[in-house]
């Protein structure tokens, strides 16, 4: 007798079954979608039909997050305006004190006689990105020779010195940071005057103000401008701020450790300066008194192996020398004819021929008797 379930409970497949089918499945279609990319239609039709489920589940987070960003941004709006307009009204006297003092320093220079400062021109360039060496500080800018970029133009933007263009392609350019190890700059505190160098650090984060002795007044907290005198960079550019001045008394400079003012590494917005600079070239270098002297020296010394030539060329000559004493002498250009000798030259030559013919051995002849 059989006993079976009736046919309304029967099973079907065990559990055991059913689980390898779902798993082969599913390892099935994670492969067929991650290598053709067979459910990509029925992902977007899956997305497309939840979208506005998720869209009303999000409401209150929405609403939330946009009453807690619209207090901030009010708030931030409002203190930005204030200081906008503070600083409308310091760079609005400072460009009234500018004005003024640009006409009595144009006034000076006429009534002194001195030469008009350079011009400068600006053009505006923006950073694309940075350069592959990530042991240089180096940014590449989207404007080159065709937009009349040039070779060792200062970099700038409204805070102060950002670097140097180092090299032009005919659409970018690439740009030297202020912070770079092999970059240099000239410069002078504003307070003191004092003039040196300021260079980058392998780091690239700060700046070295070098050859500065150790009884300058330097500060910290002390302003560098660029000073001018290289024909590079107008002078007058804000460079970097003195942040820690180390004085040993076992070496004749002072290390001076600065930091940028303009931020090298967050600008986006830059400007390209062309400075036109009206200053003479340098004049050629003369040679020093210690050239001179050891020239004349020289000079000296030939003397006497000149007169000793002239000697020996006057000398008489010797019996075995009478091949050499027969020969013609060459003369200095074949085009010319050998001139005539004068009444003088002749009447020399008379007075020597006796002289030589003293001088001279008698010759045995071959019929003689000793």
Known sequence: MEYSPPPLFKQGPSALARLVFFVVLALALLISDARFKTLEIVRGVLGAGLYPLQRAALVPRDVFMGAADLAVTS?????????????????????????????????????????????????????????????????????????GIQNGSPVVNEDGVIGQVTRVFPLQAEVTLLTDKDQAVPVQIVRTGLRSVIYGTPKGDTLDLRFV???????????????????????????????????????????????PIAPVRGARQLLVLHYLNNVPPRPAEEPDA???????????????????????????????????????????SPEKAPAKPTTTEKKSSAEKKPAADKNAKPQATPGAQP
């Open 75 to 147: 708030a931030t709006l409002r203190s930005e305006n204030d200081k906008l307009r503070t600083k409308d009204l310091q760079l609005s006297q400072q460009a009234n004190t500018a004005a003024g003092l640009a006409a009595e320093n144009a006034h000076l220079r006429a009534l002194l006689q001195l030469s008009q400062r350079s011009a400068t021109e600006s053009l505006p360039a923006e950073i694309q990105y940075d350069t592959r060496d990530p042991f240089t500080q180096k940014v590449v800018i989207g404007r080159g020779a065709q937009q």
């Open 213 to 259: 002795p150790i009884s300058a007044d330097v500060q910290t907290g002390d302003e560098l401008v660029t000073s001018g005198l290289d024909g590079t960079y107008p002078p007058g550019l804000p460079v970097a701020k003195v942040v820690r001045v180390d004085k040993q008394a076992d070496t004749a400079f002072a290390r001076v450790i600065c930091l």
């Open 290 to 332: 210690a050239t001179i002297a050891k020239d004349a020296k020289a000079r000296k010394g030939s003397k006497p192996a000149d007169g000793k030539a002239a000697a020996d060329k006057n000398a008489p000559a010797k019996p075995g020398d009478k091949a050499t004493a027969d020969k013609p002498t060459a003369a200095k």
